[in-house]
Every structure is written in C-alpha cells, then in structure tokens.
C-alpha cells in the first residue's frame, strides 16, 4: 500500500523558513517523480514543485522559485521542501504526491497533507 | 503557463442523476489531462488520468473524455459519496496546472 506521510509543519513568521518533510513507502521510492501541492485555506490546489525519480531534475512554480528548494534522499525515500523567505501567501496545507512516471505525470497518490502557517 | 477553466463552479443534482462537469484548456493538453476528486478535510484522490483511464478502484460511473483543449468528467449516476469538489489537471507542459475546481452539491 502506498503510503506518504508529511510533517514538519506548523506556525512561522513572516520572512522565516521552515523544512517539510514526506516520507514514502509501499513503492520503489527511486522510481517515481514526486511533487508538492498546496492549497490555500479555502482555495483550490496549486502545484508547487516537483523533482524526478533520480532526483536529476526539479521544477518550480513562478510563485516559489528562488525561495522553495524541493530535494530527495532516495537512500531514507524521503522528500523533501525547504522554504525560506515565507510569506503570507504560502499559508496552505501542503500535500506530497507521487507521481506516475519517473519523469513526472499525473499524481496518483496524495499524501493527508501538512498545514504550514505564516502569521506573526 | 496553461490555464484550465471548469464549468460549472458548482453543480447542484439529486442523487441518481448523471452529472456532466467540464474542463478547457488555453491551449491543447494532448490527451494530458486527469481528475481528481476532494471531499472535505480530505487529501485529493485521483480518479481519471490520461483523459478516460479510470485510476484503481475508481467505479465504472465515472468517466472521461475529450480532448486537445475541451474535457468531460461524467458521473453516470450520483451516489451520496460522490458529492465532493472536482479537479482536472495537466500534465502537458510545465508548469503543471489545476482547474480552480467544481463544486457537486446536492440539491
């Protein structure tokens, strides 16, 4: 059974930076593309990064590129999201998802989600 | 950056109806393009990928369609569970893009 769990969230200052971590399992972790998406509260889903199964390439939305670093250790499978110079607008639930290929594809399995929040 | 524009924002049906929610694109997706499902408090489930593939476990009442820039999700016959927020989302080019969702009350 495939399983992600993500932690690693919670309340943050603006300007600060936070680590969100996803643990994977029930699949070859090397094998698959994963990827974080967030939702704003009350908002739709907003695909936020993702990096390939190698972990050879990454990609970013406009809205976090130069502040979100998305990696992957593929010897604990493990994902991983550093975000720094937090803002207002990264407050969301954030869901890790494994995608279908190894290159990327659609999303076939979503984690339950991790609440960050940038308040002072 | 592709732009997936649903219709309708919410869809009010009685349980039993067929449901018929759509999906455009600003430009074509191929057949890239896949939906997913979201009830309250809940993670995203997929439920179709590659426009008509039904994902695991995913009843026969829901079906895909269409393509290059214009998507149907079709529910044959609501059931209770089936009331939730629908979304498509592609895969064509990146960035990788949502629709800003459907909304299916029951009515």
């Known amino acids: 059974e495939v399983q992600l769990l993500e932690s690693g969230g919670g309340l943050v200052q603006p300007g600060g930076s936070l680590r969100l971590s996803c643990a994977a399992s029930g699949f070859i972790f090397s094998r698959y593309a994963v990827a974080w998406v967030r939702q704003a509260p009350g908002e739709g889903l907003e695909w936020v990064a993702s990096v390939t199964g190698s972990g050879d390439s990454t990609y970013y939305a406009d809205s976090v590129k130069g502040r979100f670093t998305i990696s992957r250790d593929n010897s604990k499978n493990t994902l991983y999201l550093q975000m720094n110079s937090l803002g207002a607008e990264d407050t969301a639930v954030y869901y890790c998802?494994?995608?279908?290929?190894?290159?990327?594809?659609?999303?076939?399995?979503w984690g339950q989600g991790i609440l960050v929040t940038v308040s002072s | 950056e592709i732009v997936l524009t649903q219709s309708p924002a919410t869809l009010s049906l009685s349980p039993g109806e067929r449901a018929t929610l759509s999906c455009r694109a600003s430009q074509s997706v191929s057949s890239y393009l896949a939906w997913h499902q979201q009830k309250p408090g809940q993670a995203p489930r997929l439920l179709i990928y590659d426009v008509s593939n039904r994902a695991t476990g995913i009843p026969a009442r829901f079906s895909g369609s269409g393509s290059g820039t214009d998507f149907t999700l079709t529910i044959s016959s609501l059931e209770p569970e089936d009331f939730a927020v629908y979304y498509c989302q592609q895969r064509s080019n990146w960035p990788i893009t949502f629709g800003q969702g459907t909304r299916l009350e029951i009515k």
């Open positions: 998802a494994k995608a279908a290929y190894s290159s990327g594809g659609y999303f076939d399995y």
